[in-house]
């Protein structure tokens, strides 16, 4: 089968793999039919490089059509039409049971001390093989596969993996109540979405923060109050203050995360580890703090007193130096991790409706052939040509 596979630093290429095959009792096999790329897949692009080992197959945001099933996965048949939450998680252990799927036992990296097994995210994730590939098998099948109506494009359904489920948690983490004041640091597809769903909940006013001109306009119609961070500099912060009474936001959701623009300090850790042998960089990545925290200083500046982060990019460091003096004085609740997927779909779902109050019809900026990936990874990494969410097609 064709497959996107890591080749090193800023290099992926399509190949061709061998088809996946049932391992367990519990798993499916999936004939992919779209799988998207995602702000955590520049992650692996760039900085992560020293975690990766050439040869991984790339992607955790697919769906398809069920074409094998495990002796033990009885609530699926072959021509099943399903989405793949990004996280691999069994639904009946102690954490599924909180509503932990990211934290999932069964699944856990212990040998790393991560949190549960995810598609395409390297060894620290449990090594599993990932979605933008013609053919996926998928752990856990019994419980992680979100089955969906046959009718209707896979657009409709295919954010349910990541990008819906991960922006509704943001929303819901930050606190966001009839007339609150949001802000969102970022504006890529999981910053979009949670300005959308803020709006949704009755957010009175949400702030959209970047510098890509054509993320601004996007987030602007959707009725969000744009700031363009870079070109107000040390005004950053008063614009925010001035557009909430003085005082700063009820809720702030960083949508960014550890390749935060704007702070240099800590990038040659960062550069330094991905020119390495693995056996040096990989310790200094596990351990030094390897993240840019510009996003989340910004997010601590525009925060009112008392209000609430929810973090919602992803940080890999393990030392990064936060201000705990100022998240103590300012009272701040913070609230993070990565998102548990099927925890929100039920109540995302009724959203997917023909009028897409969510706006996920029009959401992916391109479709375009799995052959492409190369060229569209580069355009996505570079912000090019208004690539905001690309979306594979392993058959066409
Ligand atoms: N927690 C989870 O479960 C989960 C799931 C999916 C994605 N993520 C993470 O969410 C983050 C966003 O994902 P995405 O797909 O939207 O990625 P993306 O790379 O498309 O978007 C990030 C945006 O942040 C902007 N940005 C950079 N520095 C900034 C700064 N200092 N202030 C404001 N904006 C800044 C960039 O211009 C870009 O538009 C990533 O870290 C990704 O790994 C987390
Ligand atoms: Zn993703
Ligand atoms: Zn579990």
Not at 52 to 70: A, F, K, T, Y
Not at 293 to 314: C, D, K, N, P, Y
Request: charged letters at 25%; one cysteine or more.
């Amino acid at each position: 089968m064709k497959a996107v596979v890591w080749q090193g630093e800023k290099n992926v290429k399509v190949e061709t793999v061998p088809d996946p095959k049932i391992q367990k009792d519990t798993d499916i096999i999936i004939k992919v039919t779209s799988s998207a790329i995602c702000g955590s897949d520049l992650h692996l692009y760039r900085v992560l490089s020293p975690i990766m080992e050439e040869g991984d197959i790339m992607g955790h945001e697919p769906m398809g059509e069920v074409v094998e099933v495990g002796a033990a996965v009885d609530n699926l048949k072959v021509g099943d039409r399903v989405v793949i939450p990004f996280n691999i998680s069994c639904g009946h252990c102690f954490m599924c049971n909180l509503g932990l799927n990211s934290q999932c036992e069964t699944t856990q990296v212990t040998e790393y001390d991560r949190g549960a097994a995810m598609f395409g995210y390297t060894k620290m994730y449990g090594h599993v093989a990932g979605g933008q590939a013609q053919y996926l098998r998928v752990p856990q099948g019994q419980f992680g596969p979100i089955k969906v109506p046959k009718e209707g494009p896979d657009d409709k359904y295919l954010f349910l993996s990541d990008v819906l489920p991960t922006a509704w948690q943001a929303v819901e983490y930050a606190g966001v109540k009839e007339g609150s004041s949001v802000v969102v640091m970022g504006l890529g597809p999981i910053g979009l979405m949670s300005c959308r769903i803020a709006l949704l909940k009755g957010a009175s006013l949400v702030i959209g923060v970047d510098d890509v001109p054509e993320r601004l306009a996007y987030a602007k119609t959707s009725g969000v109050h744009v700031l363009d961070y870079k070109k107000l500099g040390d005004d950053f912060k008063d614009a925010v203050l001035a557009l909430t009474k003085g005082r700063g936001a009820d809720c702030v959701i960083e949508a960014v995360g550890m390749e935060a623009h704007g702070i240099a300090s800590q990038t040659f850790i960062q550069k330094a580890a991905g020119k390495m042998p693995d056996f040096i960089a990989e310790p200094l990545l596990k351990t030094a703090g390897i993240d840019r925290m510009a996003a989340f200083h910004q997010s601590l500046e525009t925060v009112r007193r008392g209000g609430t982060i929810s973090l919602i990019g992803v940080y890999n460091g393990m030392v990064d130096p936060t201000p705990l003096g100022i998240l103590f004085d300012k009272q701040i609740t913070l609230k993070m991790g990565q998102a548990n997927v099927k925890s929100w779909v039920d109540k995302i779902i009724p959203h997917l409706t023909d009028d897409d109050p969510l706006g996920v019809m029009n959401f992916a900026t391109h479709h375009v052939s799995i052959g492409k990936a190369e060229e569209y990874y580069k355009k996505f990494e570079k912000q090019e040509d208004g690539v905001i969410k690309v979306v594979l097609k392993p058959f066409d």
